[in-house]
């Protein structure tokens, strides 16, 4: 798949479930971004990553919203969660607040192509129709 618009295509419509809170912008046959918007509850008895219909994803976290705990967490649980480097994370949005937008950066290789970081993004969240 070396076409920039098949790739676009594809990832909307493999990811399109997930309404607006994750953004897919494809940069070139190698190389796209996700943005994910979610809300973040810390001290939690574990870290899971969860989509809801209603409320979209809800990120649960074991460190406590102290001293940016909570956000190294977060990227270092959702990086290992993705397939991708922590280099590859950034907090856009919400350093000090629950609601946060993250953006992760995709490189594709032979090993870890397009169909090998859908399957780990997907297999990362629990979905959900409850409220």
Same mark, same amino acid.
């Given at each position: 798949?070396?076409?920039?618009?098949?790739?676009?295509?594809?990832?909307?419509?493999?990811?399109?479930?997930?309404?607006?809170? $994750?953004?897919?912008?494809?940069?070139?046959?190698?190389?796209?971004?996700?943005?994910?918007?979610? +809300?973040?509850?810390?001290?939690?008895?574990?870290?899971?990553?969860?989509?809801?219909?209603?409320? =979209?994803?809800?990120?649960?976290?074991?460190?406590?919203?102290?001293? =940016?705990?909570?956000?190294?967490? $977060?990227?270092?649980?959702?990086?290992?969660?993705? =397939?991708?480097?922590?280099?590859?994370?950034?907090?856009?949005?919400?350093?000090? !607040? #629950?609601?946060? !937008?993250?953006?992760?950066?995709?490189? $594709? #290789?032979?090993?870890?192509?397009?169909?090998?970081?859908? +399957?780990?993004? +997907?297999? !990362?969240?629990?979905? !959900?129709?409850? #409220?």
């Amino acid at each position: 798949m070396k076409n920039i618009h098949d790739i676009s295509d594809k990832l909307n419509q493999e990811l399109a479930i997930y309404n607006s809170d $994750l953004k897919v912008d494809v940069v070139n046959s190698t190389n796209f971004f996700l943005t994910l918007d979610l +809300k973040v509850k810390p001290q939690a008895h574990r870290n899971k990553l969860s989509y809801f219909r209603d409320r =979209g994803f809800i990120l649960e976290l074991v460190a406590p919203p102290v001293d =940016g705990e909570a956000n190294e967490c $977060l990227i270092r649980f959702l990086t290992k969660s993705f =397939g991708v480097s922590q280099g590859q994370a950034e907090l856009l949005k919400g350093h000090k !607040s #629950k609601q946060k !937008s993250v953006r992760f950066e995709f490189n $594709l #290789k032979p090993e870890k192509n397009f169909e090998y970081f859908i +399957k780990k993004i +997907k297999d !990362s969240i629990s979905f !959900s129709d409850e #409220k």
